[in-house]
């Protein structure tokens, strides 16, 4: 009986040892997936954006993606009903139409969602991409900020710290960047930096607010985050198209919806579509320190190419921004000291419950956000 015992711990503690080990790895490749796809989408749409010739529709980009998205959520929920098409349409028209109640709360989040997507655009075409990826880790703030209002969530020192060293950061790449106009960039008719600033401010307000009203309203909610990702789809669908005919109405029924569209503007729509929805399935095995590595380097990831790709000029001023910036999100996504002193079990316990719930919370709140970086 000892001898089977002993047997049993052994396979049992190789059999931890292996998973121990697949987990670093998936942490890698999470933190690889991160760091391109924060880096990627910003880059592919400055580069697109700001290219000769005829120019795409943004508002149809946002709608186009949104299509995307909705289908991918039907897929996979498709899948979980074991492919039983008529099981699936009974399921959906449960959750979306029948619990309408509970569907229309997500109408407000897609509406600044779909606000968010566009004002990007319109942001990243004016500013530099590497003034965009630093001036939009103010979401972080405005997320903060919103938290503590709204969920009544405190704040360690340390995070209050980090925040007070990213708005600094952001403010010394502002007043770089107000010398420099992007000075390097030969063609800068069609740019105007303080439209691109207001912009990524607005984003990043409606960021922090929808997201943070997006937790209030689903939590103890038991639907799953394709059900969350489908319904606000439909939102973002309706108000996308809304968008469109409002900005660009008369111009689409004239040149058509596809109007400008380049396999380079197809990758960034998929990039849009799928980025954040693959982020969501590897984000579960990369903690908040990693995350917060993974947006660090993504920053300086755009900023190296921004200099290869666009001539973007780097002085002293934006690298101690940057700098500053850079340590603010490594030093926010810190975990917070215990509280007070308490039984090993029971703070291991406690830990990898909370831990969980954080997980939950962030693949739900990241989701809709999957336009752009975290």
């Known amino acids: 009986m000892a001898v089977g015992d002993l047997s049993k711990t052994g396979e049992e503690k190789t059999a931890t040892r292996g998973q121990s080990e697949v987990n670093r790895r998936l942490k890698y490749i999470s933190l690889a997936v991160l760091v391109v796809q924060n880096a990627s989408l910003i880059l592919s749409i400055r580069y697109v954006r700001t290219l000769p010739g005829d120019r ?3 508002t149809s980009a946002v709608v186009m993606a949104e299509v995307l998205k909705v289908l991918t959520c ?4 498709l899948l979980q009903k074991r492919l039983n098409v008529k099981e699936t349409v009974y399921f959906l028209i449960d959750v979306i139409v029948v619990q309408y109640k509970d569907t229309l709360k997500l109408a407000v989040p897609s509406l600044i969602y779909t606000l968010q ?5 319109v942001a990243i075409s004016n500013l530099p991409a590497a003034t965009f990826q630093v001036t939009y880790q103010l979401k972080i ?3 903060a900020l919103f938290s503590v209002l709204m969920l009544r969530k405190s704040l360690s020192r340390v995070q209050w710290i980090s925040l007070l060293l990213l708005f600094a950061g952001v403010a010394i790449v502002q007043v770089q960047q107000e010398g420099n106009k992007e000075a390097s960039v030969k063609d800068t008719s069609t740019q105007n930096y303080t439209v691109g600033l207001v912009a990524v401010v607005i984003s990043c307000l409606s960021s922090g607010f929808a997201g943070v009203y997006f937790e209030k309203i689903l939590k103890g909610s038991s639907a799953s985050v394709w059900v969350r990702n489908v319904q606000l789809g439909i939102f973002g669908m309706v108000l996308g198209l809304l968008g469109l005919w409002w900005n660009d109405g008369a111009a689409v029924a004239e040149r058509g ?3 400008g569209y380049t396999s380079m503007v197809w990758c960034v729509i998929f990039n849009q579509a799928f980025g954040g929805l693959l982020v969501a399935l590897v984000v579960k095995y990369a903690d908040n320190i990693l995350k917060g590595f993974a947006t660090s380097f993504s920053i300086i990831v755009s900023t190296v190419t921004s200099i290869y790709l666009f001539g973007f000029h780097v002085d002293v001023l934006f690298t101690a921004g940057a ?3 850079i340590g603010a999100v490594y030093m926010y996504s810190l975990p917070k000291a215990p509280a007070g002193s308490a039984s090993a079990s029971s703070s291991s316990s406690s830990s990898s419950t909370s831990e ?15 336009v752009l970086v975290k």
């Open 56 to 58: 795409f529709f943004t």
């Open 74 to 77: 039907l897929v996979i929920i």
């Open 117 to 121: 997507n566009n004002l990007q655009y």
């Open 141 to 143: 703030l405005t997320t």
């Open 257 to 259: 919806f596809l109007f």
């Open 323 to 325: 700098g500053l910036v």
């Open 356 to 370: 969980k719930t954080d997980i939950d919370a962030e693949m739900e709140a990241f989701l809709p956000k999957s």
